[in-house]
């Protein structure tokens, strides 16, 4: 079946400091990819809608010059926290869709946990 | 406001016993509902999904939901448990045909030997 690797699955850095997470689909085109972040105990919050080849559509309260996100192909999306601060510490998850409609067609990664210190 | 609730933090059930973990959601209009599974160091992965007809659904691993309006609840619920099963549980919510879920905070599940 589908497949989704993030890397890496987790990375400590510095603070002030820029970190690259890559999310990848191994086995199909990803038209569209979707990043998400989840605090410890609580829901996975979906940060924003990556479409390849465009700009990335931000939900509500996301700060898109903080957390870059790039799909320049329709297997690899990745997702920059720029200038991370402790409060970027967080479980990021991606997740894509080859097309369909509806959210049975999400593959979700296994996550990236971002520590910063 | 749009929200998914899932009151138990954590559930210890022995294994081969019958588990029920519990969502509720507040929506609009009735959604798509869906129960996602996830294991230490893995991707969430669909366990099953709600969007019309017979209101119990069956899923993947002998799990299946029941899906209550009235109650704008969709439990999970599985007959016999098997410590393969301890995990981490998802409900989530979602208008049809839209890949924006809304998740609950997670139940996990501990399984007894």
């Known amino acids: 079946g589908a497949v989704v690797s993030q890397h890496p699955s987790w990375v400590i850095c510095k603070s002030g400091t820029s970190v690259k997470i890559e999310c990848r689909s191994l086995?199909?085109?990803?038209?569209?990819m979707f990043w998400y972040r989840q605090f410890p105990k609580q829901s996975l919050m979906l940060m924003a809608t990556?479409?390849?080849?465009?700009?990335?559509?931000?939900e509500q309260g996301v700060e898109k010059d903080k957390f870059l996100i790039n799909h320049a192909s329709l297997t690899l999306s990745t997702l920059t926290v720029t200038s991370a601060h402790p409060e970027d510490s967080s479980f990021y998850i991606c997740?894509?869709?080859?097309?369909?409609?509806?959210?049975?067609?999400?593959?979700f990664g296994a996550g990236s946990r971002l520590t910063v210190l | 406001a749009q929200s998914v609730t899932q009151p138990d933090i954590h559930i210890t059930v022995s294994e081969g016993a019958s588990l029920e973990l519990r969502c509720n959601y507040s929506?609009?209009?009735?959604?798509?509902l869906f129960w996602y599974v996830q294991s230490p160091g893995q991707g969430l992965q669909l366990l099953l999904k709600?969007?019309?007809?017979?209101?119990l659904v069956q899923g993947i691993k002998g799990f299946e939901a029941e899906f209550k309006r009235s109650q704008s609840s969709f439990n999970l619920r599985k007959p016999s448990v098997h410590w393969s099963d301890a995990a981490e549980y998802f409900c989530?919510?979602?208008?049809?045909?839209?890949?924006?879920?809304?998740f609950g905070s997670g139940t996990r599940l501990l399984v007894r030997p």
């Open positions: 997740s894509a869709t080859s097309g369909g409609s509806g959210a049975n067609v999400l593959t």
């Open positions: 989530a919510v979602g208008p049809p045909s839209s890949y924006k879920l809304i």
């Open positions: 086995d199909f085109q990803a038209t569209t």
């Open positions: 709600y969007f019309s007809g017979d209101t």
């Open positions: 929506y609009g209009a009735t959604p798509y």
């Open positions: 990556s479409n390849e080849g465009s700009k990335a559509t931000y």
